[in-house]
């Protein structure tokens, strides 16, 4: 008697067979038929060729039979619409059916039927349905509006759906009024720039009233609305939170979990003096702890979610810290997140708990458990300094297992806990030289190399280890690579007598055996270094390292800020704002915390630190792998180079290798201090000097002085945005380029986003086509507090060292402060290197036209410019583009000009101005010049000039 | 947030798809071949992160009952909402067929597909308490499926279910019983972290308070407590009155009709009466030898009187150990080599002769000397007392 039967296919024709019980008499027969189709159905079978059999079955008076009629169409409509057109007299009919229920099954079930001409029926009886007098019916049809919006958006909103919808918010029925939230809500979704939800008091007022009366599901439409609300002043968001406070015992954790969302949010307007915040903050940990005895997978998202809440407000659950110890038998995923949360929580307070409890998971048997628990002790030690002895002890003891990956990841840690405390805990090195043969993993590899660089001098045999692991170089990877590299350096700084041989030998692996570029660099960095000055050599590799500090997977407080407005959603699941992930990412607002109105704080940084964190202490990051610029020689990016560094003559548009030149100069010369060190002849790989430039650099830089003195003032693009927030923990920079009176200069705006002051600017160039370079440190005079701005003109010259780069005007630049080090590249004008003497010559101008091949000629258009010939070579001059000869041909008025670049190149042009419209020219560009490259580049410095 | 689930799989152990709902259109299964494949990383079931992303969809998963239900999403929405959301589907289906199987779902699968449809309206849960499902589709049963057969009628209601719109959803109108009746259970539930030497390292109460309320008309049902300052972290059934408890301390609710959980609370370890059992183990292994000793006893500390029984012990050995060679003084054991899980059901304990289990332990040869503390799960039950020293008071 089970409807296991329906399953039972017989031999041959099921699809027959079935459409012959369909067209039955026998109405029992019937129904049977229509619950095999059901069946069928559910398991994935193609059952749409029985469309119109099942259809003809819609008119009964059996509501199952009408029921699973329409199951059958929802699934199939879309793949028949003309056949669906057959059901509609049936739906409008039901629409007006006495019996409720059958009302709103009908408007319902039209709503799910996604057939364009359907819609058009449907519009009539859903304007019914949404003043009927049966709340259930008016609530099926608020929802229905949400569905017919996402068919046809502009039919809803002609037939005025929208404002009836709107209306509803105010029904005497909660269950109403949290479908209209529900479906207002969506519909905003899709067109985030319409006002849909217009919240005020008012509708607050009524949206708080259906809080406590709606179902569990309602609740949560409701609480996930507040939570966009701005309340206008800290009282109403007292008020508010009071009322939404009782949904924290909700049984419903998707309830609780919105519910804290608002808490959140609202908290931010609260004064912390008040007595009401202390009291939130109290409310807001026994639910939090009691998401955690739910199911598995209930647990997880919580758990995402209180990292999150964890970094914004530490002091919700910093008592709480047992519940997140690990029971043996969670599932891995929930495992891994407790781990995180109690590294968050640790403080001088709780640690020789948490150090037992990791001391455990690291005998764990699941190795990604292990490895995280081993890892979580070194960062207790990096962040609970009391603690650091113990923590290194129970590394050792983890050591003394002999379990590989337990060795490995402890020797990962040992080695920022050396970086945190140097020279207190050296004495264990011993026991680590001890594992050396165990190690296979890339990062332990690098780690150990690191500690035998940096402490060569305690350790005996450092040579003799460094050497083992030389033999296989070319089989390590990058990292240890470059690990090797830079301690043997150090080794040989630290012991230069002894290792001369095997410095030479890392030095030629790593320069001429191999084919990586960042390898190479700075390879050939320290071969120069140590060749010119080993003093400073010494200076620079064995600098003091700044200290590190804990926090190193923080999410920066913009995106957290960001994260905490989408609590319980995917993105606080992920920890990426959904613009970053959700498909499509139609319209996603950009969500921020309220601010605080309450007058007697300034910045809430020193709240944020997490409890336990030494405050005032530099916040220094562990640099990540690819964190190259700042990890190279322990170089902290200091005050720029103002003067020329090694090469400045050969200056061309080929490759040019920063080193090429000044290798071979340097060669032989014997280094002082070192004894007589010799290094070998240069690596044939480096490329040879270049010959004669074709314009002398160096010579640029009187001209420049000496320039034409027309105080030409170049055109100026506005400022854009090249280094958001989002992406440098806060600091914004957005910045142009200009030249005047022969100087070019970087206009910068610096933002400061984020919650903490910021200090310590410092800017560099990457070496680049032209060699730009700072021509002064960047001048940041007062700390930047959050949410100031400060605009600086970085002068800058063109005696940096070059690189040709792609696109050829490509800058990238690196921004240090405080913080971080940020990167971020744009492309600057060419005309801002436009020289002032870049007129030429007639009778040169002439040669040189010929001179230049034909296959270096490019042509260009530039439409509707609203100028004439004479505005135009104006328009020009005042960015150093020089008109030499003015001709008209037929009617055409044909410019000749040149203009020079501060490399020397120079560029030829002949412009040909034909009138296009009555009012606007087209300008044709031909461009001629050795370096074709430049072309595409000058046309658009043309284009922009004469646009502007 | 809308169209929050678009589909729904239902997914057994082996890995064969056998129901599909789809709510808005149809997803093809391919799309649960990412769901196969993190399930096949994961290498055991429970091990399935319930969060999943491919390139168009989300996938979020629940594994209950041996079956995975995967619900197919397309836009940002709230995890706990489609997870709570899944439950109950699950919960409803061990409530209409008594049990959330495969095979049971197969055998109803008209019935679970209303079901779905009426719990779910473009992603907006319509009807989720059972009460009113129970008014719109009536559950199988035996009696119905013989007199529907012959009398024709079907399982679907035809009247518009009663407590759908009322201020109270959960409680259907007209209840009538010829013998009124109400029964509460409460359920606690030890969670404690002990470690080698005895001491409690971590400990907390979950407990519940299940209801079966029979009644008829529409009661209005008060419970007060003894000390209702051991409840300060508690989830309530919506039927209560939070602002009565609030400001006195009292349940006050009118109540479902049949059986649902009226509060789930913690009581966190400062409030905790001590632990009633006590385990001594030593297990140990020799260096280079392939076997090792194992003894655990079992007593019971502070039980106030009651006796403690239905004692197992479920001990998770080491990977190394192929076998075991015990005797326990009362009750049997097992051993699966497969997962390496002891069970030994104790039973009851008698203060006079404490239970112990003692014997070898044999290790695969060569092995190297495992972990000589593997975690122990003891579950035992005391009729008539609450741990937390929760008593109740009055009914009114």
């Given at each position: 008697m089970t409807d296991s039967k329906y399953f039972t296919t017989t031999k041959k024709g099921e699809i027959f067979e079935l459409k012959a019980e369909l067209n039955s008499d026998k109405k029992e027969k019937k129904k049977e038929?229509?619950?095999?189709?059901?069946?069928?159905?559910?398991?994935?079978?193609?059952?749409?060729?029985?469309?119109?059999?099942?259809?003809?079955?819609?008119?009964?008076?059996?509501?199952?039979?009408?029921?699973?009629?329409?199951?059958?169409?929802?699934?199939?409509?879309?793949?028949?619409?003309?056949m669906a057109i057959m059901a509609v007299n049936t739906f409008v009919k039901d629409c007006e059916d006495p019996n409720p229920l059958i009302r709103a099954l009908a408007v319902r079930t039209m709503g799910c039927i996604r057939v364009d001409k359907i819609t058009e029926y449907l519009c009539e009886p859903l304007r019914k349905c949404l003043k009927d007098e049966d709340p259930y019916v008016r609530k099926t049809a608020a929802v229905c509006v949400a569905k017919l919006h996402d068919i046809n958006a502009q039919l809803v909103e002609d037939q005025g759906f929208l404002d009836t919808l709107k209306d509803l918010i105010s029904d005497s029925n909660p269950m109403v009024v949290a479908n209209a939230v529900a479906a207002l809500s969506e519909i905003a979704e899709s067109h985030p720039s319409s006002n849909l939800l217009d919240l005020n008091p008012q509708s607050i007022n009524k949206l708080l009233t259906a809080l406590n009366e709606c179902t569990e599901w309602g609740q949560i439409f409701i609480l996930d609305c507040l939570a966009n609300y701005t309340p206008k002043d800290d009282r109403e968001a007292q008020s508010i939170c009071e009322r939404v406070t009782p949904r924290l015992s909700h049984a419903n954790s998707a309830v609780v979990l919105s519910a804290v969302k608002v808490l959140m949010k609202f908290m931010e307007m609260l004064s912390k003096d008040l007595d009401y915040y202390g009291t939130l903050l109290k409310k807001l940990a026994p639910p939090l702890v009691t998401l955690l005895s739910a199911e598995p997978e209930l647990q997880y998202v919580a758990l995402r979610n209180i990292n999150l809440i964890v970094q914004k407000r530490p002091e919700i659950l910093k008592h709480e810290m047992k519940v997140f110890f690990v029971k043996y038998n969670d599932p891995i995923y929930v495992k891994l997140e407790k781990l995180d949360i109690m590294i968050r929580l640790a403080s001088q307070a709780n640690i020789a708990q948490v150090l037992a409890e990791l001391k455990e998971y690291a005998t764990e048997v699941d190795v990604d458990f292990v490895r995280k628990a081993v890892r979580a002790i070194g960062r207790c030690a990096i962040k609970v300094e009391q603690s650091a002895e113990r923590c290194v002890s129970t590394l050792l003891d983890l050591i003394q297992t002999k379990v590989n990956y337990v060795v490995q990841e402890a020797i990962v840690v040992i080695k920022d806990i050396f970086r945190k405390y140097p020279n207190k805990y050296e004495s264990v090195i011993a026991t680590l030289c001890e594992n050396l043969d165990s190690l296979d993993e890339p990062e332990a590899r690098a780690a150990m190399i690191w500690i035998v660089g940096e402490y060569a001098e305690r350790i005996d045999n450092a040579d003799e280890l460094l050497e083992s692991f030389l033999e296989g170089f070319h089989d390590e990877s990058t990292q240890v690579q470059l690990q090797l590299l830079t301690a043997i350096v150090k080794l040989f700084l630290k012991k230069p007598t002894e290792t001369q041989e095997?410095?030479?030998?890392?030095?030629?692996?790593?320069?001429?055996?191999?084919?990586?570029?960042?390898?190479?660099?700075?390879?050939?960095?320290?071969?120069?270094?140590?060749?010119?000055?080993?003093?400073?050599?010494?200076?620079?590799?064995?600098?003091?390292?700044?200290?590190?500090?804990?926090?190193?997977?923080?999410?920066?407080?913009?995106?957290?800020?960001?994260?905490?407005?989408?609590?319980?959603?995917?993105?606080?699941?992920y920890h990426k704002p959904p613009s970053a992930f959700v498909e499509g990412g139609r319209g996603v607002v950009h969500k921020s915390l309220p601010p605080r109105t309450a007058s007697n704080e300034s910045t809430e940084s020193p709240e944020t630190a997490p409890a336990g964190a030494p405050t005032g202490e530099q916040p220094d990051v562990i640099p990540t792998q690819g964190d190259l610029l700042g990890d190279l020689l322990n170089l902290d990016l200091g005050p720029p180079v103002s003067g020329p560094p090694l090469t400045t003559s050969s200056v061309q548009m080929g490759a040019v290798d920063l080193l090429g030149g000044g290798l071979d100069s340097l060669m032989g010369d014997e280094p002082e201090g070192i004894g007589d060190t010799n290094f070998g002849a240069p690596p044939p790989a480096a490329p040879a000097r270049v010959g004669a430039p074709i314009g002398s650099g160096l010579s640029d830089l009187f001209d420049l002085t000496s320039g034409v003195g027309t105080l030409s003032g170049s055109y100026v693009p506005p400022k854009a945005v090249w280094l958001p927030a989002m992406k440098a923990k806060g600091l914004?920079?957005?910045?142009?380029?200009?030249?005047?009176?022969?100087?070019?200069?970087?206009?910068?705006?610096?933002?400061?986003?984020?919650?903490?002051?910021?200090?310590?600017?410092?800017?560099?160039?990457?070496?680049?086509?032209?060699?730009?370079?700072?021509?002064?440190?960047?001048?940041?005079?007062?700390?930047?507090?959050?949410?100031?701005?400060?605009?600086?003109?970085?002068?800058?010259?063109?005696?940096?060292?070059?690189?040709?780069?792609?696109?050829?005007?490509?800058?990238?630049?690196?921004?240090?402060?405080?913080?971080?080090?940020?990167?971020?590249?744009?492309?600057?004008?060419?005309?801002?290197?436009?020289?002032?003497?870049?007129?030429?010559?007639?009778?040169?101008?002439?040669?040189?036209?010929?001179?230049?091949?034909?296959?270096?000629?490019?042509?260009?258009?530039?439409?509707?410019?609203?100028?004439?010939?004479?505005?135009?070579?104006?328009?020009?001059?005042?960015?150093?583009?020089?008109?030499?000869?003015?001709?008209?041909?037929?009617?055409?008025?044909?410019?000749?000009?040149?203009?020079?670049?501060?490399?020397?190149?120079?560029?030829?042009?002949?412009?040909?101005?034909?009138?296009?419209?009555?009012?606007?020219?087209?300008?044709?560009?031909?461009?001629?010049?050795?370096?074709?490259?430049?072309?595409?580049?000058?046309y658009q410095a043309y284009e922009t000039i004469l646009k502007n | 947030?809308?169209?929050?689930?678009?589909?729904?799989?239902?997914?057994?152990?082996?890995?064969?798809?056998?129901?599909?709902?789809?709510?808005?259109?149809?997803?093809?299964?391919?799309?649960?071949?990412?769901?196969?494949?993190?399930?096949?990383?994961?290498?055991?079931?429970?091990?399935?992160?319930?969060?999943?992303?491919?390139?168009?969809?989300?996938?979020?998963?629940?594994?209950?009952?041996?079956?995975?239900?995967?619900?197919?999403?397309?836009?940002?929405?709230?995890?706990?909402?489609?997870?709570?959301?899944?439950?109950?589907?699950?919960?409803?289906?061990?409530?209409?067929?008594?049990?959330?199987?495969?095979?049971?779902?197969?055998?109803?699968?008209?019935?679970?597909?209303?079901?779905?449809?009426?719990?779910?309206?473009?992603?907006?849960?319509?009807?989720?308490?059972?009460?009113?499902?129970?008014e719109l589709i009536k559950p199988p049963t035996i009696l119905?499926?013989?007199?529907?057969?012959?009398?024709?009628?079907?399982?679907?209601?035809?009247?518009?279910?009663?407590?759908?719109?009322?201020?109270?959803?959960?409680?259907?109108?007209?209840?009538?019983?010829?013998?009124?009746?109400?029964?509460?259970?409460?359920?606690?539930?030890i969670d404690a972290i002990i470690d080698k030497s005895g001491s409690t390292v971590f400990a907390e109460i979950q407990g519940v308070i299940d209801a079966c309320i029979k009644l008829s008309g529409m009661p209005d049902l008060s419970l007060s407590f003894m000390n209702p300052r051991l409840l300060d972290d508690v989830s309530f059934h919506p039927c209560i009155r939070f602002k009565r408890w609030e400001s006195e301390r009292v349940l006050s609710f009118i109540p479902p009709d049949g059986n649902f959980r009226l509060i789930s609370y913690r009581v966190s370890s400062q409030n905790l009466v001590a632990i009633p059992v006590y385990v001594k183990h030593s297990i140990s292994f020799k260096e280079n030898s392939s076997c090792g000793r194992f003894d655990i006893t079992i007593g019971p500390k502070q039980n106030m009187g009651k006796t403690i029984e239905g004692i197992t012990v479920t001990v998770h050995m080491p990977k190394v150990v192929l076998n075991m060679n015990l005797t326990p003084t009362q009750g049997s054991y097992t051993f699966d080599p497969v997962t390496k899980v002891l069970m030994w059901d104790v039973g009851k304990i008698t203060p006079q002769k404490l239970p112990s289990l003692k014997g070898l332990v044999n290790l695969q040869s060569g092995a190297p000397k495992p972990e000589e503390n593997p975690s122990l799960n003891i579950q035992f039950k005391i009729q008539q007392l609450a741990i937390s020293g929760k008593k109740c008071l009055a009914w009114v």
């Amino acid at each position: 008697m089970t409807d296991s039967k329906y399953f039972t296919t017989t031999k041959k024709g099921e699809i027959f067979e079935l459409k012959a019980e369909l067209n039955s008499d026998k109405k029992e027969k019937k129904k049977e038929a229509v619950k095999k189709v059901i069946a069928s159905m559910t398991v994935g079978k193609d059952v749409s060729a029985l469309f119109p059999d099942v259809v003809n079955c819609m008119q009964t008076d059996n509501l199952e039979l009408k029921k699973l009629v329409y199951l059958y169409l929802m699934n199939y409509a879309k793949s028949q619409p003309d056949m669906a057109i057959m059901a509609v007299n049936t739906f409008v009919k039901d629409c007006e059916d006495p019996n409720p229920l059958i009302r709103a099954l009908a408007v319902r079930t039209m709503g799910c039927i996604r057939v364009d001409k359907i819609t058009e029926y449907l519009c009539e009886p859903l304007r019914k349905c949404l003043k009927d007098e049966d709340p259930y019916v008016r609530k099926t049809a608020a929802v229905c509006v949400a569905k017919l919006h996402d068919i046809n958006a502009q039919l809803v909103e002609d037939q005025g759906f929208l404002d009836t919808l709107k209306d509803l918010i105010s029904d005497s029925n909660p269950m109403v009024v949290a479908n209209a939230v529900a479906a207002l809500s969506e519909i905003a979704e899709s067109h985030p720039s319409s006002n849909l939800l217009d919240l005020n008091p008012q509708s607050i007022n009524k949206l708080l009233t259906a809080l406590n009366e709606c179902t569990e599901w309602g609740q949560i439409f409701i609480l996930d609305c507040l939570a966009n609300y701005t309340p206008k002043d800290d009282r109403e968001a007292q008020s508010i939170c009071e009322r939404v406070t009782p949904r924290l015992s909700h049984a419903n954790s998707a309830v609780v979990l919105s519910a804290v969302k608002v808490l959140m949010k609202f908290m931010e307007m609260l004064s912390k003096d008040l007595d009401y915040y202390g009291t939130l903050l109290k409310k807001l940990a026994p639910p939090l702890v009691t998401l955690l005895s739910a199911e598995p997978e209930l647990q997880y998202v919580a758990l995402r979610n209180i990292n999150l809440i964890v970094q914004k407000r530490p002091e919700i659950l910093k008592h709480e810290m047992k519940v997140f110890f690990v029971k043996y038998n969670d599932p891995i995923y929930v495992k891994l997140e407790k781990l995180d949360i109690m590294i968050r929580l640790a403080s001088q307070a709780n640690i020789a708990q948490v150090l037992a409890e990791l001391k455990e998971y690291a005998t764990e048997v699941d190795v990604d458990f292990v490895r995280k628990a081993v890892r979580a002790i070194g960062r207790c030690a990096i962040k609970v300094e009391q603690s650091a002895e113990r923590c290194v002890s129970t590394l050792l003891d983890l050591i003394q297992t002999k379990v590989n990956y337990v060795v490995q990841e402890a020797i990962v840690v040992i080695k920022d806990i050396f970086r945190k405390y140097p020279n207190k805990y050296e004495s264990v090195i011993a026991t680590l030289c001890e594992n050396l043969d165990s190690l296979d993993e890339p990062e332990a590899r690098a780690a150990m190399i690191w500690i035998v660089g940096e402490y060569a001098e305690r350790i005996d045999n450092a040579d003799e280890l460094l050497e083992s692991f030389l033999e296989g170089f070319h089989d390590e990877s990058t990292q240890v690579q470059l690990q090797l590299l830079t301690a043997i350096v150090k080794l040989f700084l630290k012991k230069p007598t002894e290792t001369q041989e095997l410095v030479q030998q890392v030095l030629s692996l790593a320069t001429q055996d191999s084919d990586n570029p960042d390898l190479r660099d700075r390879g050939y960095i320290y071969w120069r270094l140590l060749s010119t000055d080993p003093v400073a050599a010494k200076e620079v590799v064995l600098a003091e390292k700044p200290l590190i500090s804990e926090e190193t997977d923080l999410i920066e407080p913009t995106l957290l800020d960001e994260l905490i407005c989408y609590i319980g959603t995917l993105a606080s699941v992920y920890h990426k704002p959904p613009s970053a992930f959700v498909e499509g990412g139609r319209g996603v607002v950009h969500k921020s915390l309220p601010p605080r109105t309450a007058s007697n704080e300034s910045t809430e940084s020193p709240e944020t630190a997490p409890a336990g964190a030494p405050t005032g202490e530099q916040p220094d990051v562990i640099p990540t792998q690819g964190d190259l610029l700042g990890d190279l020689l322990n170089l902290d990016l200091g005050p720029p180079v103002s003067g020329p560094p090694l090469t400045t003559s050969s200056v061309q548009m080929g490759a040019v290798d920063l080193l090429g030149g000044g290798l071979d100069s340097l060669m032989g010369d014997e280094p002082e201090g070192i004894g007589d060190t010799n290094f070998g002849a240069p690596p044939p790989a480096a490329p040879a000097r270049v010959g004669a430039p074709i314009g002398s650099g160096l010579s640029d830089l009187f001209d420049l002085t000496s320039g034409v003195g027309t105080l030409s003032g170049s055109y100026v693009p506005p400022k854009a945005v090249w280094l958001p927030a989002m992406k440098a923990k806060g600091l914004e920079i957005s910045g142009t380029f200009t030249r005047q009176v022969g100087s070019i200069s970087m206009d910068l705006q610096l933002t400061n986003k984020a919650l903490q002051v910021m200090t310590d600017f410092a800017i560099q160039f990457n070496r680049n086509s032209f060699g730009l370079a700072p021509a002064a440190p960047l001048q940041v005079h007062a700390p930047l507090s959050p949410n100031q701005t400060v605009e600086i003109s970085l002068p800058l010259n063109t005696v940096g060292s070059v690189m040709k780069m792609d696109p050829l005007n490509n800058l990238q630049v690196a921004v240090k402060n405080n913080i971080d080090i940020f990167y971020f590249s744009t492309l600057y004008p060419l005309h801002i290197l436009f020289v002032e003497d870049g007129k030429m010559d007639r009778q040169m101008f002439l040669a040189t036209w010929k001179d230049i091949p034909n296959e270096n000629e490019a042509q260009f258009q530039i439409r509707d410019c609203s100028l004439n010939a004479e505005a135009v070579s104006t328009k020009l001059q005042s960015s150093n583009i020089f008109t030499i000869a003015k001709r008209n041909v037929e009617g055409q008025d044909m410019l000749y000009q040149s203009l020079k670049l501060t490399n020397g190149i120079w560029v030829l042009a002949e412009l040909r101005i034909q009138p296009g419209n009555p009012s606007f020219m087209d300008l044709e560009l031909s461009l001629k010049c050795r370096a074709p490259e430049v072309s595409q580049h000058v046309y658009q410095a043309y284009e922009t000039i004469l646009k502007n | 947030m809308a169209k929050m689930i678009h589909s729904l799989f239902l997914i057994n152990c082996s890995g064969d798809i056998f129901l599909e709902k789809h709510w808005k259109s149809v997803v093809s299964q391919s799309v649960c071949d990412y769901f196969f494949e993190a399930q096949e990383k994961a290498a055991d079931v429970e091990n399935v992160p319930p969060v999943i992303s491919t390139p168009h969809h989300y996938l979020i998963s629940i594994y209950r009952d041996k079956l995975f239900f995967v619900s197919v999403i397309q836009t940002e929405v709230p995890p706990l909402f489609v997870i709570e959301f899944l439950h109950r589907v699950a919960d409803t289906f061990q409530d209409y067929f008594g049990e959330c199987s495969e095979a049971a779902i197969k055998d109803n699968v008209v019935i679970v597909y209303e079901l779905l449809e009426e719990m779910l309206d473009n992603g907006f849960p319509l009807a989720t308490e059972s009460n009113i499902l129970k008014e719109l589709i009536k559950p199988p049963t035996i009696l119905r499926s013989v007199v529907n057969s012959i009398t024709g009628s079907s399982n679907v209601g035809d009247t518009l279910p009663t407590g759908q719109l009322s201020n109270i959803p959960w409680r259907r109108a007209g209840v009538k019983y010829t013998n009124n009746e109400a029964y509460f259970d409460v359920v606690e539930e030890i969670d404690a972290i002990i470690d080698k030497s005895g001491s409690t390292v971590f400990a907390e109460i979950q407990g519940v308070i299940d209801a079966c309320i029979k009644l008829s008309g529409m009661p209005d049902l008060s419970l007060s407590f003894m000390n209702p300052r051991l409840l300060d972290d508690v989830s309530f059934h919506p039927c209560i009155r939070f602002k009565r408890w609030e400001s006195e301390r009292v349940l006050s609710f009118i109540p479902p009709d049949g059986n649902f959980r009226l509060i789930s609370y913690r009581v966190s370890s400062q409030n905790l009466v001590a632990i009633p059992v006590y385990v001594k183990h030593s297990i140990s292994f020799k260096e280079n030898s392939s076997c090792g000793r194992f003894d655990i006893t079992i007593g019971p500390k502070q039980n106030m009187g009651k006796t403690i029984e239905g004692i197992t012990v479920t001990v998770h050995m080491p990977k190394v150990v192929l076998n075991m060679n015990l005797t326990p003084t009362q009750g049997s054991y097992t051993f699966d080599p497969v997962t390496k899980v002891l069970m030994w059901d104790v039973g009851k304990i008698t203060p006079q002769k404490l239970p112990s289990l003692k014997g070898l332990v044999n290790l695969q040869s060569g092995a190297p000397k495992p972990e000589e503390n593997p975690s122990l799960n003891i579950q035992f039950k005391i009729q008539q007392l609450a741990i937390s020293g929760k008593k109740c008071l009055a009914w009114v």
